[in-house]
């Protein structure tokens, strides 16, 4: 059985930093890509950022620049390094692992002071 296990979130004062992790336990046989989800409060869930098996990554347009995603593959874990933090980045971050089906982890909350 897989699961997703994210770490990092917390509360943070704007312009500061933060880094989240997620470690997937259990056994994924085919990994697409790694990425990163948020949904703040009443609004949909979107996506942040991702790396694919290749390495190329993808970042929404509001986190470009300020954000960094990256893996290490070996341990199935994906990193979120959050720089110059903003109070709109507030949210529950999730963790997903895209394989021949979808994996989600419970979610870690961020939260950015002005």
């Known amino acids: 059985q897989v699961q997703l296990v994210e770490s990092g979130g917390g509360l943070v004062q704007a312009g500061g930093s933060l880094r989240l992790s997620c470690v997937a336990s259990g056994t994924i046989l085919t990994i697409f890509s790694m990425g990163w989800h948020r949904q703040a409060p009443g609004k949909q869930r979107e996506l942040v950022a991702v790396i694919t098996s290749g390495g190329s990554t993808n970042y929404a347009d509001s986190v470009k620049g300020r954000f960094t995603i990256s893996r290490d593959s070996a341990k199935n874990t994906v990193y979120l390094q959050m720089n110059s933090l903003k109070p709109e980045d507030t949210a529950v971050y999730y963790c997903?692992?895209?394989?021949?089906?979808?994996?989600w982890g419970q979610g870690t909350q961020v939260t950015v002071s002005s």
């Open positions: 997903k692992i895209q394989g021949r089906m979808s994996y």
